[in-house]
């Protein structure tokens, strides 16, 4: 028996798919369970809401093993299954699969979950120093190539002159495709809430992406109209924040919709395939076409259609996300025998050094 109370759920996102999914889960037996939405994962507990109330719940062993086995885990805006036991203790005993999922690969090319079942991306970046094109780019990648939609929002527009904020807009605009908002905000002002209400619609959510001291944390706090989330000052060299936000976390908006805030990341490599993120450059994609040569590289070709029209460093920052999908998509079988390959090859390298008495 599964317990889905659509109206409450509604709040914290519930879209009728997911129901759907949810209702249609084989669960062994184990109590209720009751469809909830995680909005916090910490190293052994998450914490789940229901529409109405937060509540802290631990996720079965099994559940984590099985997420694992695949590079996979529990993350901030997934929908699960929970269930209390005779203790009142709640266990996570299922999860729903995501309609939509972001993910990035970390320094050793591992699989680390961003969010789930996120409609949109805000790319939140300062239009002062923060200020980098390129940065926006990989972001809209991780986002679009996901089918997840990006808006580039500049924040800090109240501290640069105007003459700056409109050409950075205008650089944006130039650069990325048609389809990508850009918008230009001071994130404390509250008059910048309506402004955002287009991607906040009922059963929405909202996940902020960008460098820590961007503005995010500020911008969840206009949304959600209270200082709920801490925001950090940032240095003047720099314009850098100092990673005031340490997790993750989703918020339920008073006017409806929900909003993940997130710490800035460390390295961005999306975690999306060659087709996948051809989708965030459709432009570059759809220009390739006309160009004389099939095989086309963009570079030096003559007749080529995409270097008259497409930003120069719009097109090296495609070819460059390129070259790290390519990397990625090897299988960890193959990406096992790499680095078995390595250590072999280190290994014979240290006994030829030895037998010659170099070390
Ligand atoms: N004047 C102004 N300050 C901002 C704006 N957005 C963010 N800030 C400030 O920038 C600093 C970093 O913001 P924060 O929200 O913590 O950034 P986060 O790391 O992305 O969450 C804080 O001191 C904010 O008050 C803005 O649009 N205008
Ligand atoms: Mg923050
Ligand atoms: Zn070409």
Redesign the pocket.
Known sequence: MIEIDFAALARAGLKPAVAQLAAAAQVEEGGELHLVRITEVHRDRVRVHDGRDECPARPLPRLERELADEGDALAVGDWVLAAADAYGQAWVRARVPPLTHLARRDGEGRRRTIVSNVDTALV?MGADGDFSPRRAERYLALAQGSGVAGVVVL?????VGEREREERVDELRGRLPRGVDVLA????DPATAPRLAPYLGAGETLVML?S???????LTNTLLGASVQA????RADDSR?RH??RARSLFLLPQGGCVIDTP?LRSLRPDVDEQRLAASFDDIDSLAARCRYRNCTHGEEPGCAVRDTVDADRLRNYHRLLRDARRDTMTALERQRQVAGWKARSKSVRAWMKARGRV
């Open positions: 939140v924040t800090k527009a109240d501290l905000v001071n994130a404390t960008g820590s001291g961007a503005g995010k944390s500020t925001t950090g000052a940032v924040g005031t936000t800035g």
